[in-house]
């Protein structure tokens, strides 16, 4: 026999036929009943959402599916699937094995959508969560073999714990776990839907915006988490996020390599040293600006300091040296100078002879005193400490020129180090 299906016409006659079978005393019994109608009559077809509500009995039924858990095997726990997408959509799904229904008995009618509070649904929430916006879409979808899909966009405001040492060469790490304490692993048992790559791929494709985050990659972990000497299950998306460094390249760290540049070669320059120690609080006057800007950008939750506070503070402390290096040889060339001014008020010419004063006459005539006479072209003692002064300054110059060099490449490539590793 066939199944019941849409009414036969024969001869003018609708004729329905409809099989029972009932078991009396061990004996099976076919029973034959008939339906007779007019000719032309439309036939009865069960081909709209309302048969089906009636079929599953929620139009009547007191909302007593919407507590109790949908398990028929006290043993098997209910399993709820959970898909995850970076745009804030979050789609869950699971089985409900009373509500099901037979799509060839309603013109082959497989879902149907319902109110989210017609049937239970799983009771899961983010742990991570501190803000968010819930969505107002409170339907699901229902399948013919009890599947009920429910895909809200959420959006949400976690937790995360940020490592900002490399910032802005930095990658984050958030957790997003979603959770049900409510029923424990045997009743209860949350698994993800789709595989990472396909997560990565789905977001990826979903992601318009080019902001100052780039979504790199994600991993899921199920795990049960004990609570009271029971075991809860818990899935945990690991989302890793790469931060665009180019604003901060372009608006901080390349504009102070610009400023130290400019330092090094007021430095090196030809300029007095007056003219160079001007230009060089100049310089540090417009790093502090950076400073400043570098203090608005920072986040300020790391336990330790990022390199870019180092980077900046070094290059601070450099421009700092370099001044005094400045005004430490501008001491030496004044000091020099005055020296010099001492030693040649007391220097004499030696071809020179020196005025005899008038009243000194002798009694045997006039008497003229001599000088000591000293060798042609040999300086004096003085004169030539002076000499060895204004050889050293020159020397003194460079190799505290050169030792600010190597300081400033070593400290740059350790560094460059550091954000690179």
């Known amino acids: 026999m066939t199944c019941p299906g849409p009414a036969q016409k024969t001869h003018g006659t609708t004729l329905l036929l409809i099989w029972k079978q009932e078991r009396m005393q061990g004996v099976f019994v076919a029973i034959l009943t008939f339906s007779l109608g007019t000719a032309g009559a439309a036939p009865k077809y069960l081909c709209t959402y309302y048969d089906i509500v009636d079929y599953l009995n929620i139009s009547s039924h007191d909302k ?3 507590y109790i858990l949908p398990k028929i095997n006290p043993k098997e726990p209910v399993e709820v699937k ?69 895909t809200r966009p959420y959006q949400a405001t976690l937790t995360c714990s940020l490592v900002i040492f490399k910032f802005p060469f930095d990658t984050q790490m958030c957790n997003l776990s979603i959770a ?10 949350m698994k993800t839907r789709q595989t990472p790559a396909e997560i990565i791929r789905d ?25 009271d000497d029971k075991g809860f299950s818990v899935v945990t998306y690991v989302i890793s996020m790469d931060r665009q ?78 001044v005094l290096d400045s005004f430490f040889l501008l001491y030496q060339q004044r000091k020099s100078g005055r020296l010099d001014k001492v030693l040649r008020s007391f220097q004499q010419d030696p071809h020179e002879l020196p005025k005899a004063p008038p009243d ?22 003085r004169l030539w400490q002076l000499q060895e002064l204004d050889q050293f300054l020159p020397v003194l110059e460079k190799v505290l020129l050169f030792s600010h060099l190597f300081l400033s490449l070593f400290f740059f490539a350790v560094i460059f180090i550091k954000w690179s590793s």
């Open 64 to 66: 007593l599916h919407t």
């Open 82 to 150: 959970v898909d995850f997408f970076l745009v804030s959509i979050l789609s869950v799904e699971w089985q409900n094995p009373f509500a099901t229904w037979d799509p060839w008995d309603f013109c082959n009618i497989s879902e149907i959508v319902l109110p989210m509070d017609t049937y239970w649904s799983p009771p899961i929430f983010i742990l991570e969560r501190v803000n968010g916006q819930d969505p107002e879409l409170n339907y699901v979808v229902l399948m013919h073999n009890g599947t009920f899909n429910s």
């Open 180 to 189: 049900s304490f409510l029923y424990p692993v045997t009743d209860f048992v």
């Open 203 to 227: 977001s990826k494709s979903l992601i318009l915006t080019d902001g100052e985050w780039k979504f790199t990659n994600v991993s899921i972990m199920e795990f049960t988490e004990m609570m």
């Open 245 to 322: 460094p180019t604003l901060y390249i372009l608006n901080l760290i390349l504009p102070t390599c610009a400023l130290y540049l400019l330092d090094m070669a007021v430095l090196f320059g030809p300029s007095s040293l007056e003219e160079k120690i001007n230009f060089q609080i100049a310089i540090i006057l417009g790093s502090s600006m950076l400073a400043v800007i570098l203090n608005n950008s920072l986040p300020t939750s790391s336990n330790k300091p990022p390199i870019i506070v180092v980077f900046f503070l070094g290059t601070f402390l450099l421009m700092i040296m370099a």
């Open 360 to 381: 000194n006459l002798a009694k045997g005539g006039p008497q003229l005193l001599h000088p000591p006479r000293k060798a042609q072209g040999q300086p004096t003692k």
